[in-house]
C-alpha cells in the first residue's frame, strides 16, 4: 500500500471510530476494510497503473464514510470528505475528480463507467459471493431496523435478496466473474431454499395456529402477554450484547492500530540515546494500550460450561434447556427427551426463560461495566501519555517535531 493510501486509512479509521453512529452495525469499520481487502484482490489480478490502483484504494476508504451523517445520500457526503482530505494532503484536482466518480459509482442503481468503478462496484458487493454471506446480510438487517430505515419480516428480506441477487447486482470485472460468480450462486441457491423452508414452515404454522385459535378462550391472554414479554426481553438484551461486543471490537481495532504505529514508529527512535526522554511517556502510552486492549477481549471472551445435564437435574428443575452452554455436549436422544419434559411442563418452561433472561443480564452487565473501564482507561491514557510526553518535551528543551 502506498503512503498515501496508509495515510488515508489510519485517517478514515479515526475518523470512522469518533464520528460513525453505532447503530451501523455492517456500514462500519469492518465493512471499509473488507471493501479494502477486495479491491486489492481485484487490483492485484488484473493490469493496472499505481496511480490507477491508489486512486481506487483511496476511493475504497473514503467511500462509506458519508454514514456519519446518516444513509440518505451517504455518496454525496462521502466525496465531500474524500475531496477535502486529499486537497489537503496535495493531490491534484484530476486525480480527485477521478476519485469522486469512482467513490460515487457505488451508489445503488449506478452504472460503472470505467475500469476503476467496476473495480470499487465488485469490491463492494464481494459479500455476496462470501463464505459469511448470511452473517452480513444478518447485520445489514438489524442496522436497518436500528437505524429507523425498515423493519422487514424474514421471508421478505430473503425475497429482497433473492430480486438483488438475480435482477440488480452482477459482477463487472473479468477477475469477480471468474472467481466470485460460483460462490454467489451457491448463496442464492440457499436463499431460495431458506424463502421455501420458510413458506413451508409459515404454511404448518399457520394450520396450527388456527387450531389452536379454536379451542382458545379469553383465559389465554395473559399467557400470550408473558410469552410475548419474554420474546421481547430476551431480544433486546441480544440486541445489547451484540452493541457490546461492535463496542468493544471498535476500541480494540483503535489500539491495535495505535500499537503498531508505536512499534513501527515511536520505539526504534528510542535506541538513540538522545531520546531518552521519551522512555517514560513511551512505556505509559503503550502500557495504556496493552491494557485497553486487554479489557477489550475480556469483554468479548465467551465463557465455556459444561455441557451436560442429568435426567435428575430435568426432574428437579435444576437445569436450563435453553442455553447451549447446558446441553452442547448431550447426545440428541438425551437432549429431545429433555426438551419433551419442559415443554409439558408450564412452570418448568417458564422457569427457564426467567432464568435465561436473568443471566443474560448478568452477562449484559459484566459486558458494559468492562467496556465502562475500558472507555475510562483508554481515555485515562491518552490525557496521561499527552501529558508525559508534553513534559518530557519541555524538559528537554525541545519541540515535538524533533521527534
Not at 125 to 131: V, Y
Request: hydrophobic share 40%; glycine share 4%.
Amino acid at each position: 500500500m502506498s503512503e498515501l493510501a496508509s495515510k488515508a486509512e489510519l485517517y478514515v479509521l479515526n475518523f470512522l471510530s469518533k464520528n460513525l453512529d453505532k447503530k451501523f452495525v455492517y456500514h462500519n469499520i469492518s465493512h471499509t476494510q473488507r471493501v479494502v481487502e477486495n479491491t486489492t484482490e481485484i487490483c492485484e489480478n488484473i493490469e493496472i497503473t499505481e496511480e490507477e490502483r491508489e486512486d481506487v484504494l483511496l476511493a475504497a476508504w473514503f467511500h462509506d464514510t458519508g454514514f456519519v451523517k446518516g444513509a440518505e445520500n451517504h455518496e454525496d457526503e462521502s466525496v465531500k470528505n474524500a475531496v477535502n482530505w486529499l486537497q489537503d494532503n496535495g493531490v491534484n484536482s484530476q486525480r480527485i475528480e477521478t476519485i469522486s466518480n469512482v467513490i460515487l459509482a457505488t451508489k445503488m442503481g449506478s452504472e460503472p463507467t470505467n475500469k476503476l468503478e467496476e473495480i470499487i462496484v465488485d469490491a463492494d458487493c464481494a459479500h455476496l459471493a462470501s463464505k459469511n454471506f448470511l452473517d452480513y446480510t444478518a447485520l445489514l438487517r438489524k442496522e436497518w431496523e436500528l437505524t429507523g430505515k425498515r423493519k422487514i419480516s424474514e421471508i421478505d428480506w430473503i425475497a429482497d435478496n433473492i430480486e438483488f441477487f438475480t435482477i440488480t447486482q452482477k459482477f463487472y470485472t473479468d477477475y469477480a466473474l471468474k472467481n466470485w460468480s460460483k460462490r454467489k450462486a451457491k448463496n442464492l441457491a440457499k436463499l431460495i431454499k431458506s424463502q421455501k423452508e420458510i413458506a413451508d414452515n409459515t404454511k404448518k404454522f399457520n394450520q396450527k395456529q388456527q387450531a389452536l385459535d379454536i379451542k382458545k378462550n379469553k383465559s389465554d391472554v395473559p399467557e400470550r402477554g408473558v410469552e410475548t414479554m419474554f420474546r421481547v426481553a430476551l431480544r433486546n438484551h441480544i440486541t445489547l450484547s451484540d452493541i457490546a461486543d461492535t463496542k468493544a471490537n471498535i476500541l480494540l481495532s483503535v489500539n491495535a492500530i495505535i500499537i503498531s504505529m508505536a512499534l513501527s514508529t515511536l520505539i526504534p527512535k528510542l535506541d538513540n540515546p538522545s531520546n531518552d526522554y521519551l522512555l517514560i511517556p513511551s512505556i505509559i502510552f503503550i502500557l495504556f494500550t496493552v491494557v485497553s486492549m486487554v479489557l477489550s477481549i475480556l469483554a468479548t471472551r465467551p465463557n465455556v460450561t459444561q455441557g451436560k445435564f442429568t435426567k435428575e437435574d430435568v426432574a428437579n428443575k435444576k437445569v436450563n434447556l435453553l442455553f447451549f452452554g447446558n446441553f452442547h455436549q448431550m447426545k440428541l436422544e438425551e437432549f429431545e427427551w429433555g426438551i419433551q419434559e419442559m415443554m409439558n411442563d408450564k412452570e418448568y418452561l417458564y422457569g427457564s426463560l426467567t432464568k435465561d433472561l436473568y443471566f443474560l443480564g448478568l452477562v449484559l452487565n459484566r459486558k458494559y461495566n468492562l467496556l465502562r473501564t475500558t472507555y475510562t482507561v483508554f481515555m485515562i491514557g491518552i490525557i496521561v501519555s499527552v501529558i508525559a510526553f508534553s513534559i518530557a518535551f519541555a524538559m528537554q528543551g525541545t519541540s515535538p517535531h524533533t521527534l
